[in-house]
């Protein structure tokens, strides 16, 4: 039961603390690697394209975003060298988006980083507690925690 000293809504604060305190190390961290112009919403974009590439219009499904904004996104990802857009060899009416060696590299990076922050909160908090944190949190979550429809959720 919450109480005056762990109201309810400090929960989902200190999870989004947590999350965008574990972004905002990542991005400066990047930067410092050579992807000074990623951002936290190009992570999701360039994880939703996949290793095989997809469409614009799946994108923004997979985002839950408008297939406008998607190609939006694409267009910015295009001019920054981390997407590239090449003929559907399965339908030459379409297009797909694929990632370039920058966006295999940022995101071969960020997984590097994300271990590497893990490991310093570990330090922190001790293996035990962290492990405990993702226990608890894997019995909490849904099973398709991993959604990277999470910039359509925040605008929707």
């Given amino acids: 039961m919450a109480t005056p000293e762990r109201p309810g809504f400090v929960l989902p604060l200190l999870l989004l603390a947590g999350f965008r305190t574990l972004i905002d190390d990542l991005h ?3 930067a410092r690697q050579g992807h000074p112009e ?3 919403a190009h992570g999701f974009v360039l994880q939703a ?3 095989a590439g997809t469409t614009a219009s799946d994108l923004g499904q997979r985002l839950g975003v408008s297939k406008q904004a998607a190609g ?3 267009d910015r990802l295009v001019a920054l060298g981390y997407l590239e857009r090449a003929d559907d060899p399965a339908d030459a009416r379409r297009k797909l988006v694929r990632m370039t060696a920058k966006g295999h590299d940022g995101l071969r990076r960020s997984a590097v980083v994300f271990d590497e922050l893990r490991d310093r909160w570990a330090a922190t908090l001790g293996p035990e507690r962290v492990a405990a944190i993702e226990d608890d949190l894997r019995r909490m979550v849904p099973s398709d925690v991993f959604r990277l429809d999470v910039p359509g959720w925040f605008g929707g």
């Fill in 28 to 30: 400066a961290e990047l």
């Fill in 38 to 40: 990623l951002r936290p």
């Fill in 49 to 51: 394209v996949g290793a």
């Fill in 72 to 74: 939006k996104t694409v």
